[in-house]
């Protein structure tokens, strides 16, 4: 088994991290404090200054397929850029990526949605969740009416990310509600591209993190046959396949920031002296520095077997479920640890560390939550659709 990194990804792996260092560690006193002014830590030109310079250097695109002007990167390496990314708090991610299911998309879409949110001139949301559908989202109500050559959009979407400043929506309704009763979710939710201008409204969701997602209200929204992505009727499948490219990546970019922070822990504990001796030599505190790298060393192997398997087209999806939940669950274990470490310190808004906590919080919520994840495996594992023994059997 070999589990060095290739010289390419090396690369590029070195590529991001001088990048994170040089270019994003720099801002972080100034992003922490436009947040607790109640700003966004970044202005938009801030972070297409920082695009740009990236693309400068040929970092566009990294998931996206080198036919549409991207890098066209594995699983693995993107895993590796996301955790290069997620140590630092500075909110930034290189531009050029779009929807995975929005290369889907006929050619027509391409030149209206596709081609537009690669280039960063337009922006997406993807709203599926609704205030009585979240885990349960095979339950959505939001409906679609063919009139014409029309569909009528009816319903409340919650907590989109981005939902206050996209330009479109990529949004889920029922467009046949009798296989819908039937349960039939698979045949019965069609996905569609609104945009704004076609009249749905948002108002932003204040939460305990730092970027708030909205609500979405489509009363009697008309958009045209056209705006189908995909088959009508099949939704369902598209919706779960943009979820499903978050499990890996979103505990990636957890991993980052917690081999952050436990760095952070020990040289608190190096400098922090009590009863004559620096804390680093009590037990209590090496204790939970190796608790902390032992979860980093596991969460890393998760990710990145997941990531291999996306890559080698395996059935990653019990690895994935897998990296997303002990990410959840294990990267706020760590930055708990890690704020205890630092005492009072640790509570304050001096340090970054009280932010990561609320940041790091949301992983186990979104994308499917903690019981979502354990409710997966345990099924594929009961369901002898997967072994105990993992994928190497
Ligand atoms: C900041 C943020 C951003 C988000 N971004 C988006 C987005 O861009 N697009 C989008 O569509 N959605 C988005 N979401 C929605 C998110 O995916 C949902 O909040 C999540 O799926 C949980 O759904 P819920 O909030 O309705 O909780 P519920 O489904 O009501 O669950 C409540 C609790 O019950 C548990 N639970 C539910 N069912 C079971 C069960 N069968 N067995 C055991 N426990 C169960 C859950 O795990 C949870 O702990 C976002 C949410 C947040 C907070």
């Known amino acids: 088994m ?12 070195d590529w ?22 109640g700003e966004r830590g970044m202005t938009p030109d801030q972070v297409r200054g920082l695009q740009d310079k990236a693309r400068r250097s040929g970092f566009f695109g990294i998931q996206t ?20 990314l997620g140590r630092t708090f500075v ?14 998309a006929n050619e027509e879409q391409k030149d209206s949605y596709l081609g537009p949110t690669i280039e960063g001139t337009r922006r997406s949301c993807f709203a599926i969740t609704e205030p009585g559908a979240g885990s349960d989202a095979r339950n959505i109500r939001t409906t679609a009416v063919r009139d014409g050559e029309e569909w009528v959009i009816n319903g409340e979407k919650t907590f989109i990310t981005g939902g206050d400043v996209a330009d479109f929506a990529i949004v889920f309704a029922v467009t046949d509600p009798d ?4 349960g039939r979710s698979d045949e019965s939710v069609s996905c569609f591209l609104a945009d704004r201008e076609a009249g749905w409204t948002s108002a932003p969701i204040p939460t305990m993190g730092e970027w708030g997602p909205a609500s979405l209200s489509f009363q009697d929204v008309r958009v045209p046959h056209s705006a189908i992505l995909g088959d009508e009727g099949r939704g369902f499948e598209l919706a779960m396949r943009w979820i499903g490219k978050g499990r890996y990546l ?5 991993l980052g920031a917690c081999e952050r922070l436990v760095e952070m822990g020990m040289d608190h504990a190096r400098n922090r002296v009590t009863f004559g001796e620096p804390i680093a030599n009590r037990q209590a505190i090496q204790w939970m520095i190796a608790d902390s790298a032992v979860e980093i060393e596991a969460l890393r ?5 997941a990531a291999w398997q996306v890559d080698h087209a395996i059935d990653s999806r019990q690895a994935e479920s897998m990296a997303k939940l002990h990410g959840g669950v294990h990267a706020n274990q760590i930055v708990d640890r890690v704020l205890q470490i630092h005492g009072g310190m640790g509570y304050t808004r001096e340090l970054p560390i009280e932010r990561w906590y609320r940041e790091l919080r949301l992983l186990r919520i979104y994308e499917g939550t903690d019981e979502m994840q354990r409710r997966t495996i345990a099924r594929n594992l009961l369901s002898g659709h997967v072994s105990v ?4 059997g």
């Not at 260092?21 to 002014?37: A, F, G, I, Y």
């Not at 979103?250 to 957890?254: G, I, S, V, Y």
């Open 389 to 392: 023994r993992g994928h190497l």
């Open 16 to 37: 991001v991290r001088t990048f994170v260092t040089r270019e994003l560690m720099p801002l972080e006193p100034r992003v922490l404090e436009r947040e607790r002014n």
């Open 91 to 104: 909110p930034f991610a290189f531009a050029g990526d779009a929807d995975n299911i929005l290369f889907e």
């Open 179 to 182: 296989k819908h009763r039937e």
């Open 250 to 254: 979103l505990p990636a970019r957890a």
């Open 65 to 84: 397929p080198e036919e549409y002007g991207g890098m066209g990167l594995g699983a693995v390496m993107n895993a590796l850029i996301e955790t290069e």
């Open 301 to 305: 192997w998760l990710v990145l077997a």
């Open 2 to 13: 070999d589990l060095t990194l290739t010289d390419e990804e090396r690369q590029v792996r």
